[in-house]
């Protein structure tokens, strides 16, 4: 699946503060069972028995032994038949349904007479079990069928037992309902050629399929498909397979529909099946035998926004083939574009879904981070057809094999598409350091988890996240490093035919890499491959390096947080730990940390201050690196001289590192402030944006103008942001074009120039009144996308009222997209006039079109604003009965994310008796949360802002 958060769902700064005070409650009890749960268990659990050893009784309800979380062994799938009948017919109103039947082919394992599957939702009328098998006409009768919903089983009765070593075909009819939430089969309405439309599509991972068809819905129980749909004859139905006939028949009424069926499917787990009907267009090419279509809306192909995504398909294919040595199994490939997918992709075997925007490239996304976009997400659902499809995981529990494996091979792919692309950087950025930055907050579990808390379908959405799909990338990544690629993709190559159309776990993984190392002598291991690796994936966190370059000493802890760590906490957690390092410029060759603590007698240093030492050099490791005072200081030393003698990765990596070991309390703000000094010579924005989101946050723009840590702040950057902001404004005025190919400008290029025009440069203020003022007189005039909101935002601050009833008006067009309209209504937050922010405010009181979306998405915005908070709590308070009365609770999370925005102690007094007054005691307790946690964020702004004043004011000149 798609990476969340990366071309899945979006969450904006209100929602997301939300979701993480009501996360608040949970973070103790997740942390009890992280340190229960964090380490694999040993030893691994006996595996499941796949010969009967006598007959199983049978009870009321669930048979003896069963598991709520797994169905019991008795019964293996071999082969389904399927037949699913949409009665879906354009024009026609809903209630929408299907109905269909299925024919499963089992082997019995152990003799039982109940027969286990999943299903939920849906209506099984009918069920017959035919066998054993080859006997013709032989069958068990089938005493009763019962649905038991909340474990989400349909369960047999049988009569007579079924015995052991045999076959026998379970047979079921059914019948469900559309489903609207994009999960299992669901209807999707769009319009395309000005016509409203209709689609059918589905999506069964981790645990639909179930939805759709009664089914062994579980990862292990692999089988092949022989499916058929039947439709309306103005549709095309797809699935896994090529369709290999297409025929007539009628119904009851006489009605006429069509009957696709398709080539029977490869081996493959439940929760790839997949299925669309639908009336889209598509254009094709071949590449090496393998047909690839790109589906999309008819006014999409027609216009060629799916061209891209068809030119670095085959290409993408042909390199991951190349890469793994293995071939692609299928003859068709069809990736579909729908329009409100909701997933952002779904690697299904042969029919690839994808939310429509991100495989769709537009002319006018050509100076944007669209193509890189598509370019990533293309390569992480193709590298799933090897890992996950071909090869995959035995549980749910190592997840990680399948989407870390996926997220690490993307960015190969992306970078061999497009390779003006650093591998490197991109690397860092977009998978690294967000993880790192997530696991300093809060480490509530590990990558490879304990299956005895994978309890429910909840449980197993949760597994989706940075942690299986950056963290298991970034310790592929410190694999693939230490063994050389070479190496790595062999064993790859090896764990891949070895489990090919079968599962593995990732004891299997470490045991191919170990074969490979154990059959050459160029790589030395300080352990077995299993102990390293598990030290990584068993256990949750991080750890932290302190090197001392007198001793040459290193010593390793687990990543917390110093500021709040008490008595009684205890880490005694140790990695073994590979360190690439460089001094003076020159590699070095690898050193391993394998205990709490060693001394590298290599690493220590001489009294020349040109003698320094780097540590994870280009991002090998999976750890932050706390530096002794004297090598920060020939670091420092070094950056202000010649910056480009450390590698642009690890510049980067260096100043992360500082600034989230600062957070952690395991170094102080001087020091990471010292390693700015050099900036006016560094020219990587991604690095310049690892400052600034660390000096200069958006959480804090609102607050940082009322201290007097802004105006030195403004001269101290602003004096080394200005030969890189006249580079990139250079581009902007006369040809924002040639910046197409710098993926890093598309990506950061917006919030430096935000930050630019917020600390007062007055070019950049000039420019976005310049550019906002050629929109105005030309509507049909496009702002540079990089800087549109930037450009938006200070050009209704540098107005009047004029140009924020402009960007109101702009907002209220129907042809605004939901991004446009997201920017428009920031920009009328940016208004530098209280009258200008109180008409933004009303302009959601004029008209009940408006839903509390608009309410609290403005309300968010005029809340981070340095003179926004009273004026949005002024509103919010004047107007709450006509609110809440109009909106009712769809107003809660704004009044709640107010307590993030409060400043002084008074402020956070003020809406403590607000909330008393107006919330329910359950919201009360939420709320009161977010409160808590300001009260201590502002203690510790004003002692962090206080600090930085103070070096500022003795390094403003430097």
């Given at each position: 699946?798609?990476?969340?958060?990366?071309?899945?769902?979006?969450?904006?700064?209100?929602?997301?503060?939300?979701?993480?005070?009501?996360?608040?409650?949970?973070?103790?009890?997740?942390?009890?069972?992280?340190?229960?749960?964090?380490?694999?268990?040993?030893?691994?659990?006996?595996?499941?028995?796949?010969?009967?050893?006598?007959?199983?009784?049978?009870?009321?309800?669930?048979?003896?032994?069963?598991?709520?979380?797994?169905?019991?062994?008795?019964?293996?799938?071999?082969?389904?038949?399927?037949?699913?009948?949409?009665?879906?017919?354009?024009?026609?109103?809903?209630?929408?349904?299907?109905?269909?039947?299925?024919?499963?082919?089992?082997?019995?394992?152990?003799?039982?007479?109940?027969?286990?599957?999943?299903?939920?939702?849906?209506?099984?009328?009918?069920?017959?079990?035919?066998?054993?098998?080859?006997?013709?006409?032989?069958?068990?009768?089938?005493?009763?069928?019962?649905?038991?919903?909340?474990?989400?089983?349909?369960?047999?009765?049988?009569?007579?037992?079924?015995?052991?070593?045999?076959?026998?075909?379970?047979?079921?009819?059914?019948?469900?309902?559309?489903?609207?939430?994009?999960?299992?089969?669901?209807?999707?309405?769009?319009?395309?050629?000005?016509?409203?439309?209709?689609?059918?599509?589905?999506?069964?991972?981790?645990?639909?399929?179930?939805?759709?068809?009664?089914?062994?819905?579980?990862?292990?129980?692999?089988?092949?498909?022989?499916?058929?749909?039947?439709?309306?004859?103005?549709?095309?139905?797809?699935?896994?397979?090529?369709?290999?006939?297409?025929?007539?028949?009628?119904?009851?009424?006489?009605?006429?529909?069509?009957?696709?069926?398709?080539?029977?499917?490869?081996?493959?787990?439940?929760?790839?099946?997949?299925?669309?009907?639908?009336?889209?267009?598509?254009?094709?090419?071949?590449?090496?035998?393998?047909?690839?279509?790109?589906?999309?809306?008819?006014?999409?192909?027609?216009?060629?926004?799916?061209?891209?995504?068809?030119?670095?398909?085959?290409?993408?294919?042909?390199?991951?083939?190349?890469?793994?040595?293995?071939?692609?199994?299928?003859?068709?490939?069809?990736?579909?574009?729908?329009?409100?997918?909701?997933?952002?992709?779904?690697?299904?075997?042969?029919?690839?879904?994808?939310?429509?925007?991100?495989?769709?490239?537009?002319?006018?996304?050509?100076?944007?981070?669209?193509?890189?976009?598509?370019?990533?997400?293309?390569?992480?659902?193709?590298?799933?057809?090897?890992?996950?499809?071909?090869?995959?995981?035995?549980?749910?529990?190592?997840?990680?094999?399948?989407e870390g494996l996926a997220s690490y091979l993307e960015n190969l792919g992306t970078t061999f598409v497009e390779p003006k692309i650093s591998l490197h950087e991109i690397f860092y950025d977009r998978i690294v350091k967000p993880v790192l930055s997530q696991e300093h907050d809060i480490a509530v579990r590990s990558l490879s988890e304990s299956e005895d808390r994978l309890n429910g379908l909840f449980a197993l959405i949760t597994l989706f996240d940075k942690i299986s799909y950056n963290k298991g990338a970034s310790i592929t990544w410190m694999l693939s490093g230490f063994l050389t690629e070479k190496l790595f993709t062999r064993a790859l190559n090896s764990y891949l035919k070895e489990f090919a159309f079968s599962n593995a776990n990732q004891d299997d993984l470490?045991?191919?890499?170990?074969?490979?190392?154990?059959?050459?002598?160029?790589?030395?291991?300080?352990?077995?491959?299993?102990?390293?690796?598990?030290?990584?994936?068993?256990?949750?966190?991080?750890?932290?390096?302190?090197?001392?370059?007198?001793?040459?000493?290193?010593?390793?802890?687990?990543?917390?947080?110093?500021?709040?760590?008490?008595?009684?906490?205890?880490?005694?957690?140790?990695?073994?730990?590979?360190?690439?390092?460089?001094?003076?410029?020159?590699?070095?060759?690898?050193?391993?940390?394998?205990?709490?603590?060693?001394?590298?007698?290599?690493?220590?240093?001489?009294?020349?201050?040109?003698?320094?030492?780097?540590?994870?050099?280009?991002?090998?490791?999976?750890?932050?690196?706390?530096?002794?005072?004297?090598?920060?200081?020939?670091?420092?030393?070094?950056?202000?001289?010649?910056?480009?003698?450390?590698?642009?990765?690890?510049?980067?990596?260096?100043?992360?590192?500082?600034?989230?070991?600062?957070?952690?309390?395991?170094?102080?703000?001087?020091?990471?402030?010292?390693?700015?000094?050099?900036?006016?010579?560094?020219?990587?924005?991604?690095?310049?944006?690892?400052?600034?989101?660390?000096?200069?946050?958006?959480?804090?723009?609102?607050?940082?103008?009322?201290?007097?840590?802004?105006?030195?702040?403004?001269?101290?950057?602003?004096?080394?942001?200005?030969?890189?902001?006249?580079?990139?404004?250079?581009?902007?005025?006369?040809?924002?074009?040639?910046?197409?190919?710098?993926?890093?400008?598309?990506?950061?290029?917006?919030?430096?120039?935000?930050?630019?025009?917020?600390?007062?440069?007055?070019?950049?203020?000039?420019?976005?009144?310049?550019?906002?003022?050629?929109?105005?007189?030309?509507?049909?005039?496009?702002?540079?996308?990089?800087?549109?909101?930037?450009?938006?935002?200070?050009?209704?601050?540098?107005?009047?009222?004029?140009?924020?009833?402009?960007?109101?008006?702009?907002?209220?067009?129907?042809?605004?997209?939901?991004?446009?309209?997201?920017?428009?209504?920031?920009?009328?937050?940016?208004?530098?006039?209280?009258?200008?922010?109180?008409?933004?405010?009303?302009?959601?009181?004029?008209?009940?079109?408006?839903?509390?979306?608009?309410?609290?998405?403005?309300?968010?915005?005029?809340?981070?604003?340095?003179?926004?908070?009273?004026?949005?709590?002024?509103?919010?308070?004047?107007?709450?009965?006509?609110?809440?009365?109009?909106?009712?609770?769809?107003?809660?999370?704004?009044?709640?994310?107010?307590?993030?925005?409060?400043?002084?102690?008074?402020?956070?007094?003020?809406?403590?008796?607000?909330?008393?007054?107006?919330?329910?005691?359950?919201?009360?307790?939420?709320?009161?949360?977010?409160?808590?946690?300001?009260?201590?964020?502002?203690?510790?702004?004003?002692?962090?802002?206080?600090?930085?004043?103070?070096?500022?004011?003795?390094?403003?000149?430097?």
């Amino acid at each position: 699946m798609g990476a969340r958060g990366g071309s899945g769902l979006y969450v904006g700064r209100g929602t997301a503060a939300l979701l993480a005070a009501l996360l608040l409650s949970l973070l103790v009890s997740l942390l009890v069972l992280a340190a229960l749960y964090g380490r694999c268990r040993q030893p691994p659990p006996p595996a499941r028995p796949a010969a009967a050893l006598g007959p199983d009784p049978g009870v009321p309800g669930a048979p003896m032994g069963f598991s709520l979380r797994r169905l019991p062994p008795h019964l293996l799938p071999l082969h389904y038949e399927l037949e699913l009948w949409p009665l879906v017919r354009p024009g026609e109103e809903e209630p929408f349904g299907f109905s269909g039947q299925v024919n499963i082919t089992v082997r019995c394992r152990q003799d039982t007479r109940t027969v286990v599957l999943h299903s939920v939702g849906l209506h099984s009328h009918r069920a017959a079990v035919r066998g054993p098998l080859p006997h013709a006409g032989a069958a068990v009768e089938v005493e009763g069928l019962r649905l038991e919903e909340e474990d989400e089983l349909a369960v047999l009765e049988l009569r007579e037992p079924l015995v052991a070593g045999r076959r026998y075909v379970l047979q079921l009819f059914f019948h469900g309902r559309l489903r609207e939430d994009r999960h299992g089969l669901f209807l999707i309405r769009y319009t395309d050629l000005g016509s409203s439309r209709m689609l059918v599509a589905s999506q069964m991972e981790p645990a639909h399929a179930r939805m759709v068809y009664p089914c062994f819905d579980e990862p292990e129980m692999k089988a092949t498909f022989d499916i058929r749909i039947i439709h309306d004859p103005s549709y095309v139905a797809l699935s896994n397979m090529p369709a290999i006939d297409v025929s007539e028949m009628k119904d009851e009424n006489g009605s006429l529909w069509s009957v696709t069926t398709f080539n029977t499917s490869l081996k493959m787990s439940t929760y790839l099946t997949a299925f669309v009907v639908c009336d889209l267009a598509y254009v094709n090419r071949t590449e090496r035998g393998n047909e690839i279509r790109i589906w999309a809306r008819k006014e999409a192909v027609k216009n060629g926004y799916v061209d891209y995504a068809l030119n670095i398909t085959g290409p993408i294919f042909s390199f991951l083939e190349d890469l793994l040595n293995i071939s692609y199994p299928l003859t068709k490939t069809d990736l579909i574009a729908l329009p409100y997918f909701g997933e952002g992709a779904m690697e299904n075997w042969g029919l690839l879904i994808f939310e429509e925007e991100t495989l769709l490239y537009l002319p006018s996304d050509k100076v944007s981070d669209r193509k890189t976009a598509i370019a990533l997400i293309v390569s992480h659902e193709l590298a799933h057809q090897w890992f996950g499809n071909l090869v995959t995981m035995t549980w749910w529990n190592e997840l990680w094999l399948k989407e870390g494996l996926a997220s690490y091979l993307e960015n190969l792919g992306t970078t061999f598409v497009e390779p003006k692309i650093s591998l490197h950087e991109i690397f860092y950025d977009r998978i690294v350091k967000p993880v790192l930055s997530q696991e300093h907050d809060i480490a509530v579990r590990s990558l490879s988890e304990s299956e005895d808390r994978l309890n429910g379908l909840f449980a197993l959405i949760t597994l989706f996240d940075k942690i299986s799909y950056n963290k298991g990338a970034s310790i592929t990544w410190m694999l693939s490093g230490f063994l050389t690629e070479k190496l790595f993709t062999r064993a790859l190559n090896s764990y891949l035919k070895e489990f090919a159309f079968s599962n593995a776990n990732q004891d299997d993984l470490w045991t191919h890499v170990q074969l490979v190392v154990d059959a050459q002598d160029e790589v030395q291991l300080p352990a077995s491959v299993k102990k390293i690796m598990d030290s990584w994936t068993c256990q949750s966190g991080f750890p932290v390096l302190t090197f001392n370059i007198t001793t040459g000493t290193i010593s390793q802890e687990k990543i917390h947080n110093k500021k709040r760590e008490n008595s009684t906490d205890f880490y005694n957690n140790t990695w073994i730990v590979p360190i690439s390092w460089m001094r003076n410029g020159s590699s070095q060759p690898l050193m391993w940390l394998d205990n709490s603590s060693k001394v590298f007698p290599e690493m220590q240093v001489s009294e020349s201050e040109y003698d320094w030492i780097l540590l994870n050099v280009n991002l090998s490791g999976y750890y932050r690196v706390k530096y002794d005072q004297l090598n920060l200081k020939r670091l420092v030393h070094l950056l202000e001289n010649d910056p480009k003698a450390i590698p642009a990765v690890s510049r980067f990596q260096l100043l992360d590192d500082v600034f989230a070991l600062r957070k952690s309390g395991y170094i102080e703000i001087e020091a990471a402030l010292e390693l700015t000094k050099y900036l006016a010579r560094e020219d990587e924005l991604f690095i310049w944006n690892v400052v600034l989101v660390n000096l200069v946050p958006d959480s804090m723009d609102g607050t940082l103008k009322n201290y007097e840590v802004y105006p030195l702040l403004k001269k101290y950057l602003l004096k080394r942001m200005l030969p890189i902001y006249r580079y990139y404004a250079g581009f902007i005025r006369k040809n924002v074009d040639a910046l197409e190919d710098d993926y890093f400008a598309q990506v950061h290029l917006g919030n430096f120039f935000a930050k630019a025009c917020w600390l007062g440069l007055q070019d950049c203020l000039d420019l976005s009144s310049e550019l906002y003022t050629k929109w105005m007189d030309n509507p049909d005039y496009k702002i540079p996308f990089l800087i549109r909101r930037t450009v938006c935002c200070y050009g209704v601050a540098v107005g009047s009222d004029k140009e924020l009833d402009f960007a109101w008006e702009m907002y209220k067009r129907n042809d605004s997209t939901k991004e446009d309209k997201d920017i428009l209504l920031f920009a009328m937050s940016c208004a530098k006039e209280s009258w200008l922010l109180h008409r933004s405010l009303r302009h959601g009181l004029s008209d009940t079109q408006f839903s509390s979306r608009y309410i609290a998405n403005i309300l968010d915005y005029v809340l981070s604003k340095d003179i926004g908070h009273r004026i949005a709590w002024e509103f919010v308070t004047e107007n709450w009965s006509f609110l809440s009365e109009r909106y009712g609770k769809g107003l809660l999370n704004i009044i709640q994310l107010m307590g993030k925005f409060v400043n002084t102690d008074v402020q956070i007094q003020e809406l403590q008796v607000f909330y008393n007054n107006t919330l329910e005691e359950d919201e009360r307790e939420t709320a009161t949360l977010l409160l808590e946690s300001a009260k201590t964020e502002n203690m510790e702004r004003k002692e962090f802002l206080t600090r930085v004043a103070d070096w500022l004011e003795k390094n403003i000149d430097d």
